[in-house]
């Protein structure tokens, strides 16, 4: 996954991005305006069709963030020893007076508190408060820009958790055809509820992503895995500024093994290949930082600013797609079959998903085809984590963009079928096509299909003609 910015916003790199494995592109909508957005959609559809290949656009909500306003020429520069004043007064930012979006700030946080700036890079350290203002001494000092967000590390901020501007690009979602949203700064399950009912409302059905990057996230974790189907962000930026840093991946990993159990899907986020903004090459830290995710069963592993303002987006972008390379075949997919996805409840879909993987062991197929309209039946035969390929073949254009995010499966649009005879002629002929299986090979071919249309949770074994 890549975040578009300035780096990368042109039809032309685009297309080099899909081709060299970006699969998804996240929107960052704390930054641009609807019509920059509008204008970076175009863009994605257009270098998908040029390439060849539908990749998923996923918008990123702002959600509850405390944020710097306009700074002087955008970069402001922060001395350390210095002295700064963060005020809630609408004024134009300077390396003495910087204005912040939170009126509450003064009342959050004490003398002796910190507040971070420019994720984590700069810390103040808070010596007076007054009715509008803060007064702050540079500890860890360095450029910061306009929007970059604040962290007051331990205070409880009271901010909605989908304020207007939320709300606002929910509708901008709506109406360009996002394909996935992502909230920010979810602290408990009820966090996603406004978002799912403005979707709803507006007559969609986009899915929604929670990002954990909040304490209070990480110890309702398990209530927020249950509440989302789309998937769980670990956004580890803001995590390992409001968490101790060494606690950080102790917590990714339970995030990630929690989201496996619940066949959830997960994107680990932040800083993967940081240096990458300024090199052509990463560290060997860096390297093992994704192989690790990728060992600990991340369907997805994202680029921020690397291919937003960096200077190597599209060697980023192939360096992931390297990493992820060499790293999956060292996978324990056998024991994930059985140990690493589970309901706590009777689901005949999900056992028949863990029989349909365990197949391709047992009876020697060479792929799997899973037919799927809204894409949960790829959902649970990926979080089983087959070894073999897996198809799927939807008629739905938002269902092929969508499962982009999903480990493992490459999906493709296919047509409506009227009976179950035609449904398993299709998958036979696109496993040819797409070269996952050869002509006389066995497939497995399972789907959850509406019963009132051909019947419900199918597995059948196909001979590829």
């Known amino acids: 996954m890549a975040t578009i910015g300035p780096s990368t916003r042109s039809i032309e790199t685009m297309v080099e991005l899909i081709e060299a494995g970006a699969d998804v592109f996240r929107f960052n909508f704390s930054h641009g305006t609807h019509a920059d957005h509008a204008e970076n959609v175009a863009m994605t559809r257009e270098a998908a069709k040029r390439s060849g290949k539908e990749v998923g656009i996923l918008g990123d909500l702002p959600g509850p963030k405390l944020r710097i306003n306009d700074v002087e020429g955008e970069i402001v520069d922060l001395r350390p020893g210095s002295e700064v004043v963060l005020t809630t007064e609408p004024v134009l930012g300077t390396p003495e007076r910087i204005s912040i979006s939170y009126e509450g700030l003064p009342a959050a946080v004490s003398p002796g508190d910190e507040v971070y700036m420019a994720d984590g890079r700069i810390r103040l350290r808070v010596t007076d408060c007054a009715a509008e203002e803060v007064r702050c001494s540079v500890e860890v000092g360095g450029p910061i820009s306009s929007h970059q967000g604040l962290n007051l590390p331990g205070a409880e901020v009271q901010l909605p958790a989908a304020g207007r501007k939320d709300l606002e690009w929910v509708d901008f979602a709506v109406e360009h055809g996002i394909d996935l949203l992502a909230i920010s700064f979810v602290r408990r399950a009820e966090d996603i509820t406004p978002v799912e009912r403005r979707v709803r409302t507006s007559g969609a059905d986009i899915p929604v992503i929670a990002k954990i990057e909040k304490p209070q996230a990480a110890e309702r974790a398990e209530e927020i895995v249950r509440a989302v189907t789309a998937g769980v962000m670990v956004a580890r930026g803001d995590l390992g500024i409001e968490l101790p840093l060494e606690k950080v991946p102790t917590v990714q990993r339970h995030l990630l ?209």
């Not at 972008?317 to 589970?342: C, K, Q």
């Not at 809204?374 to 390929?389: D, I, K, N």
């Open 257 to 465: 093994a929690l989201a496996g159990r619940h066949s959830v899907p997960s994107i680990t986020a932040t800083q993967m290949l940081a240096s990458m903004v300024a090199s052509p090459r990463p560290t060997r830290a860096e390297v093992s930082d994704v192989a690790n995710a990728i060992f600990q069963g991340t369907d997805a592993v994202m680029l921020s600013e690397e291919t937003a303002i960096g200077e190597y987006p599209l060697e980023a972008v192939r360096m992931m797609d390297r990493i992820a390379r060499e790293t999956e075949p060292d996978l324990p997919y056998g024991d994930w079959v059985f140990n690493r996805a589970h309901s706590d409840e009777a689901d005949v879909a999900n056992s028949v998903a863990r029989a349909a993987v365990s197949s391709t062991y047992t009876l020697g197929l060479a792929a799997l085809v899973v037919p799927t309209r809204s894409g949960r039946t790829a959902r649970l035969v990926s979080a089983h984590r087959p070894r073999l390929p897996v198809l799927a073949v939807s008629p739905r254009i938002e269902t092929v963009r969508r499962l982009n995010l999903l480990f493992g499966v490459q999906c493709v649009i296919a047509e409506d079928w009227s009976g179950i005879t035609a449904l398993l002629d299709e998958c036979a002929q696109l496993a040819k096509q797409t070269g996952v299986a050869k002509s006389g090979e066995l497939i497995g071919i399972t789907a959850g299909l509406p019963r009132q249309e051909l019947g419900t949770n199918l597995f059948e074994v196909h001979r590829v003609p």
